[in-house]
Every structure is written in structure tokens, then in C-alpha cells.
């Protein structure tokens, strides 16, 4: 029999614990480290309206935490009511959380601080002459009186977890928990730029910003560091995403550099941060993370702030769709002319390295950065023109040497020996819209085009072309398939069966039929017709295991899919292709809905303007 059967009727007695109990309890959750108390008073502050929040902090807030806001304050005969238990201002029905506007709506935030540490609070609405102050010790009132004070509310905690040893002594070292204050007070200040913010830690400001700056420039001030950001905004149906991003050469090698929000609120989201990434794509290097901020909004109906107590962590009913969307927006953005990697003066064309083909070239990035925002898409117009004339080049006489790319699957028919030679094929003209004028390491496609010289990726670019090719057959169940003269059979694990059992109808759509075998071995008798053929074998386990890492990070099955199969069908770096082939590629590039970079999220090519050139060989 354990202890507790053993105690008397009495003490089993069922009864409500006293509210100083819950409120220390409950402070376990909410309060787990003194800087979930700035963030819980900062937010407090926003609530009510303050365009002004000084926030003062001594011995990593154990001694000290002080915010002062200039916000609404509340009423002398609220105050002690804003101390019970669930008393909130801020919500009166459940319904409300459906289109909650505020930070706060629990009411437990300021009972669960005033619980475990000497709390004091003076508060003075605009409407009252005096203001009132309020004074808890380990959540029992100690006094209530009126007071001289300024409009606003001040809030001091103070020996923070003097009366919960427990927490106090699995408190990180001073120097953490001191991060942990300035992290998140940065994080508030950046959530916000119209509100002034200052942070002094131990008699020293950290920061001092004054109330209406953009986003661009709190970042530039809090993160900068004199490195380089880009600003966008993006318009989703489900979100918008407003951004301030480092330039992908300013990386760091963990997530620390992320801020991420949702509807103001500084959220901890696994899923943002990897579509922060994704949105990169290759242009940054593998394992690198970069750094920014990124304030989405989204219909308050379609996420759930009530999944804990601290209200980092948000539940969103479409995740996929804002994982997808902040993707797109930050793609977007990184792929305006001025900041798809371009060779400008100063700046090296690709920031990062390759890992595949190790050309790596760091440049400081200002110049990748320059002009965003004010020039326009010269690439857009570009390609809009050079698609005109690759259809003027190939409908008559002037194509010396016709087309064997299957223009609908993207298959490469045949290599016929080219009669066009590099930089010299085609006079200008009208219909002369671009030319080949070589190639580098069998990988980059060099094109000129009037002054600019375009540098396109094969493989990304036939990548493209063919995922947008695929998906399209797969939706319209039209896949051809490569029936294997001789079936070969393959071992899957048990991961790599279950998916395959779960999604056969779209593998046999995509132009695979694989049949059981026994066990876990599956029979492979056709694998998808588009592409080049690869190993069977290879081909059908390299698709089960991208399909299992793009559906971890979220990706719907049709188009991881597509994803897979393209990016396993296209020429690789060192395929080297004829003239006519890397024309065509370009020319069934330009068709693409999203020319400008590979499903992945890589650049399909960059520019190089005549103008950039000069200026480098100093001719301007
Ligand atoms: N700085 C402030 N200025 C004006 N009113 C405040 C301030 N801080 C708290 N209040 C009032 O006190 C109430 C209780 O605050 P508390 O933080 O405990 O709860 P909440 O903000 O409503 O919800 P949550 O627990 O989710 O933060 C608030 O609803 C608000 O009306
Ligand atoms: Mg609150």
C-alpha cells in the first residue's frame, strides 16, 4: 500500500486548493524563467496601447524586472481585481479567442508573477488625477493607496522565485538567463516598430529605440550589425508575410537568428523556420540558417493561440499552406533582379558555395542587396522578350538545326551534332533574341541577350522543366511509363514499404508499376518514362526517400513527387549538352509558370548586365 492510501479520510479529503496555491502553480507554467516575466508585462504594456516601453533589468531579472509603459493604466478600483485569478479585460467569451486581437486573454499573467516573487505596480489611467499602487508579496496583498504617478503603468518584480527554491535553483547561469532577457526583449522590439522600446541591463542600455520606426529599421539597428537585409512584402489568400531578411551570404549555424511572428505575437514555430530556410533554397550553404524577421498575418479564425500557457506556440489550421506561402515570399523576394546572385561590382556572384562543384565565393553581399525594391524586373523583361524570339528563331528557315527535345515531356530525343558554335551562331537581329555564346564545366549554359549575359543551370533548369511536366501528368493521370525488359526486384525498408503501400495510386500514376513481392521485396516492372534512364532500382528507392523527407517538412504527396522524380530525371552537372539541347532547355525554361528557379528553390539562372561588367573593368 503506498503513503498516500494510507492517510486518514480526512486528509483525503477533496477540497479547492487556496488561490495562492493555484497562482504558484499555475506561475510554474507561465513563468518558468525571468524572461517569460518581461515578456508577459511587455505584453501587457502592448495590450494597453503603449507606444512607449522601458524595460529595466538587474541580476538577469532575479533581482529586478522594471517595465514602465505609457498605455491606458488601469482604474483604482480595478486593480486588485486585474491580480485574481483568471481576471482579464481582454476576453469575456470563449468565442472571442476565435478574433482575438491581444496578447493576453488567460488573466493569469500578472496572479502567477505577484505569486512568486515582491511585486509592486503603480497604474494611473489618463482619466484619474493620482494613480494607485499596489504591493504583493508572494501573491498576498500587502497594500493598496493612492499615489502620485504619470500616466501608464509601472510594474516592478522583484527577487524573482524567492519563495519557489526549487525553480530558482534550476535557473540557468546568470549570463543565460541575461541572453534569454535580451533575446526576447529584441524579439518585442522588432514585433513592433511603431512602439518605442528600450532595454537597460544591469545600468547598461542595450538598446534605446524610438516609437515609429519600420520594420527595416529596427532590424537594421537590433540584428544589422552593418550586415545587409532585404525588406518585402508578400500577399498570400491565406497570409501575408511581411519580411526583413539577411542577404543569403549573412548566415549563421543555428536558428538563433530567426524571428518569427504571428499576428504580432513572437511565436516558437519548427515549421516557420524550416520554410525560412526552404526559402532559400540552395542559395545559401548546406547547414547555414539565415537571419531575419518575418510578421505574418493571418485570419485569427485560422490559428489557435490556446495551446499553452506561454502562448509561444500557435496551432494553424492550414500549416502547409503558410509553410508554402512564406516559401514563395521569401523565394520572391531573393529572386528580384537586384538580388538573384548577380555579378556586381564589388560583390561575387554566388554567396555561398556549392558543395557539389566547390566554387566558393563569399562576397561581403552589399551589392547583392542594393536597389531592392525601386528597380524593376529587368529579368521578368528579359525573358518575356527572349521567349518571343526563341519562337520567332525556331519557326522557319532561320533554325539551322531543328528541335530534338520532346517539347512536351522535356525528354531529350537525341543529340544531333551542332552547327552552331559558340558566340558566333546568330547575327543580331530582329529575331536574334538570344544566343549561346558557351558554356562553363559542363553545368552552366552561358546565353547573351542584347547587353546582359544570362548564366543558366542546367540542372535546375531542366529540373524545372520537368517537375512542372510530371506534375501536370500526374494530375491528369497521364504519365508515360518505361516498361523494363527485364523486372527487377528491391528491398524496401520498412518506412520506404508503408509509404509506398500508402500512396501506390500516385506512384502508379506517376508512371511506376511496382507490384509486391513477398516480404518487404517489391517487384519493379515500369518506372516513369521522363527523364534519362537511370537504375531502376536507384531511381524508385531515391524517390521513396525524398518523398519521406519533403512530406517531414510538409510537402503535399503529388508534388513532392514531381519534386523527386525531376530533380532525379534531369541532366546533371558534367552531362554536357549540345547547343541545340541547352537552347531548347532555355526555351522550354521561358514556358514554365515559375521560370526562376528549381522546385527546390534554387536559382535556374542569374544575370550578368554589361553595365555590372564595365563598371567591374572600370569603364564606366
Ligand atoms: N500595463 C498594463 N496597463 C493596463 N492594464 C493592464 C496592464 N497590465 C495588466 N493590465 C490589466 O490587468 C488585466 C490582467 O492582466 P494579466 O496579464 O494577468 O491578464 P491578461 O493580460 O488579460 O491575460 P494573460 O494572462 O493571457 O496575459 C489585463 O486584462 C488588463 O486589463
Ligand atoms: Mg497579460
Known sequence: MSDASNKTRRE????????????????????????????????????????????????????????????CGIP???????????????????????????????????????????????????????????????????????????????????????NTPARRKFLKTETTEARHISRLATAMAIGRPKVGFSLKMNGRVVFNLPAGQSLAERVGVLLGGGRKFLSFAFEGGLVTVEGCIGAPDVV??????????????????????????????????PGGFPIGALLLSIEPTEIDVNVHPSKTEIKLSRDREVHDAVVAAIRDALRQDSVIPELSSGATMRPESDSRHGNTNRGSGAHVIAGIGSSPPAATEFLSELYQSTKLDNSGAAEPNPATVDTETGEILEKPESTVSSGTEREHGPSAGFRLVGRFSDLYLLMQAGDDLYIVDQHTAHERVLYEEVLRQIEANSASAQTLLFPVQLELSPEQLSLFESAAGIFQRSGFTVAPFGGRMVNIEAVPAIGRARSPEKMLRHVLDDILGLRKSGHDMIKAMAQSIACRSAVMAGDRLSDEEARHLVERLLRCDDRYSCPHGRPTFIRISREDLDRRFGRD
Open 76 to 162: 483604482e478600483e480595478q486593480i486588485e481585481i486585474a491580480f485574481g485569478r483568471h481576471a482579464t479585460s481582454k476576453i469575456s467569451a470563449f468565442d472571442d479567442l476565435e478574433t482575438l486581437g491581444s496578447y493576453g486573454f488567460r488573466g493569469e499573467a500578472l496572479p502567477s508573477i505577484a505569486s512568486v516573487s515582491r511585486l509592486r505596480m503603480v497604474s494611473r489611467p489618463a482619466a484619474q488625477a493620482a494613480g494607485t499602487e499596489i504591493i504583493y508579496e508572494g501573491g498576498v496583498l500587502q497594500s493598496c493607496q493612492p499615489t502620485a504617478a504619470a500616466v501608464g503603468t509601472v510594474v516592478e518584480a522583484g527577487d524573482l522565485f524567492y
Open 12 to 71: 483525503r479529503w477533496i477540497r479547492p486548493l487556496p488561490e495562492r496555491v493555484v497562482n504558484k502553480i499555475a506561475a510554474g507554467e507561465v513563468i518558468e524563467r525571468p524572461s517569460a516575466v518581461v515578456k508577459e508585462l511587455v505584453e501587457n504594456s502592448l495590450d494597453a496601447g503603449a507606444d512607449r516601453i522601458d524595460i529595466v533589468v538587474e541580476k538577469s531579472g532575479v533581482k529586478l524586472i522594471r517595465i514602465v509603459d505609457n498605455g
Open 252 to 285: 549563421q549555424n543555428n536558428r538563433n537568428g530567426q524571428y518569427l511572428f504571428i499576428n504580432g505575437r513572437y511565436v516558437f514555430a519548427p515549421m516557420l523556420s524550416h520554410a525560412f530556410v526552404a526559402g532559400y533554397g540552395e542559395l545559401i550553404v
